[in-house]
């Protein structure tokens, strides 16, 4: 998430100047970001499970 300050509508990914649609746990961002950042938290999710069941 971007530490400087947005604009009202403004997408908070960095070097991203895109509208926001989205909330996120990384901010307001737009559509695009929303579903990259999605992806990263399925795999991380996906990752998180994977461990899980190798360490049983």
């Known amino acids: ?3 400087e300050l947005a ?3 403004e997408c908070d990914t960095p070097l991203c100047e895109d509208d ?3 909330i ?3 901010g307001y961002v737009c ?3 929303a579903s990259e950042i ?4 399925d795999q991380a ?3 998180n499970h994977t461990e899980q069941r ?3």
């Not at 999605?38 to 938290?41: D, F, L």
């Open 1 to 3: 998430m971007s530490l």
């Open 20 to 22: 926001a649609e989205t």
């Open 7 to 9: 604009r009202i509508g």
């Open 24 to 26: 996120t746990p990384e």
């Open 31 to 33: 559509s695009s970001c």
């Open 45 to 47: 999710s996906e990752r």
């Open 38 to 41: 999605a992806a990263e938290y």
């Open 54 to 56: 190798a360490s049983r």
